[in-house]
């Protein structure tokens, strides 16, 4: 594991190579223009919003959008086919059958038509029970029986129809379904950035789990490769990809037991990729410390959530402190009657010259008084005026 490291330019031997030190009983430095900062070189762990979209069953995969696409919500990402369903699809659809309904509507108008003249036949059994004639009774009565029979033979027969038919009619409602889910098209549950690399940390690592988090937990995380970018085929519940959401960033920054940065909740942090990207954050808090002194800061980062959107865990620079402009060794101030100064090279001699020191970061000083290019003394203490100098 790489140790994290508190950065404070102005070592000595760095500031030899910074400010070209002039050697000799009295050294010299010259005031240059630069940028200094405090800094901590630390391990992060991205905490975001990911939304993973599984296989809802198995099949042939066919992906349509790129990785690291960014997409609306409802984008069709990926489709899922297959071919066994359009199979059932077909075979459920041919036993469909126009004849059936065909019969359906004959049994229906026969049996109306029928139920008509049985009406009839009872008013003609009626008239001739009036007038007791017996010969029209009897041949109502036997007219009357012969259709009651026939119409209880086509009541079975259509009663057995529409069973049929209505098992056809579910039936082909399944087939329906199934066609369509023979070919889903799976979309993008919100707007975000497409990731078909699914590494079973999307639910550990949310900006809700971020009071929780340990340093150990988190060095000790073991990504899992659960999707393959290249693979055309699912099975029934694997993941296939997922959304990242980059409206929203949080970091988790582990810090080593030497690095102790006084940060209040609320407090600017600038966060610096190795890319050289860098963005303000803002301290939300800290997680868990460990018994070894590891500590977890948490930051939200929302500007950093686009650029990170493919990262997991990354290094990265936090910048607690920085200033710019003329720059010298803190080594070159002196005091003289309780103000502060430098002594200046003018014409090779050392003249003391009183100065408001800026910014002081590691071992180095902001002093806005001066050009770049002056020169002045290193350990001036024993440095008078006037004296000459190399």
């Given at each position: 594991?790489?140790?994290a490291?508190?950065v404070?330019?102005?070592?000595t ?13 009295t ?17 992060a ?10 296989a809802?069953w198995?099949g042939n ?8 696409e960014r997409?609306?919500?409802g984008f ?6 297959n071919?066994q ?8 659809l041919s036993?469909w ?7 359906l509507?004959a049994?229906r108008?026969s ?5 008509q003249?049985i ?5 003609e059994?009626?008239r001739s029970?009036a007038?007791?004639?017996?010969k029209?009774?009897r041949l109502?009565?036997?007219a ?8 209880r033979?086509?009541e079975t027969e259509?009663q ?6 209505s098992?056809?009619i579910a ?5 329906e ?12 549950p919100?707007a975000g950035?497409?990731s078909?690399q ?10 809700e789990?971020?009071d929780?988090l340990r340093a150990s ?5 073991a ?6 970018p290249e ?5 029934m519940?694997?993941p296939?990809f997922?959304i990242v959401?980059?409206k929203?960033l949080?970091l988790?920054?582990i ?7 006084v940060?209040?909740s609320g ?9 050289g990207?860098e ?5 939300e808090?800290?997680?868990?410390t460990d018994?070894d002194?590891r500590?977890?800061?948490i930051l939200?980062?929302p ?8 990262q ?5 620079t936090l910048v607690?402190?920085?200033?710019e402009?003329?720059v010298?060794?803190v080594?070159?101030?002196?005091t003289r009657?309780?103000?502060?100064g430098?002594?200046v ?13 800026g910014a ?16 002045v ?6 440095v ?7």
């Open positions: 594991m790489l140790l490291m508190m404070v330019s102005g070592l031997a760095l500031t030899a190579l910074r400010f070209s030190i002039t050697p000799g009983p050294a010299l430095v010259e005031i240059r223009y630069e940028v200094i900062e405090e800094a901590l070189q630390v391990q762990v991205a905490l975001r919003r990911e939304e993973v979209v599984v809802p198995g995969l066919r992906r349509l959008a790129a990785h690291g997409v609306r919500a069709v990402v990926a489709e899922l086919t071919p369903v359009g199979g059932q699809v077909g075979a459920s036993s059958s126009t004849a059936n309904a065909a019969r509507e049994l108008a049996i109306n038509s029928r139920h003249r009406s009839e036949v009872l008013d059994v009626a029970a007038v007791a004639d017996e029209a009774l109502a009565l036997e009357l029986e012969r259709l009651n029979s026939e119409n033979d086509e259509l057995s129809l529409e069973s049929r038919l098992k056809m039936r082909r409602a399944r087939a379904e199934a066609a369509n889910r023979a070919n889903l098209p799976l979309k993008a919100e950035v497409v078909f699914v590494d079973g940390l999307e639910e550990r690592l949310r900006p789990s971020r929780e937990a988190l060095l000790g995380l990504a899992k490769t659960l999707t393959d693979s055309r085929s699912a099975k519940g694997q296939l997922k959401d980059t929203e949080h988790a920054v810090l080593e037991p030497v690095q102790t940065p940060l209040p407090a600017p942090v600038k966060v610096r990729l190795p890319s990207v963005a303000e954050a803002r301290v808090g800290r997680g868990t018994p002194g500590a977890v800061l939200r980062a500007n950093l959530a686009g650029e990170l959107a493919m997991r865990r990354f290094q990265a607690l402190r920085r200033a402009g003329p010298a060794p080594s070159s101030l002196a009657d309780g103000r502060p430098v002594f090279v003018i014409g090779g001699q050392a003249y003391w010259k009183p100065v408001q020191p002081v970061i590691g071992d180095r000083v902001t002093l806005p008084q001066f050009s770049p290019g002056t020169m003394v290193i350990e001036p203490s024993s008078k005026q006037g004296q000459k100098v190399p």
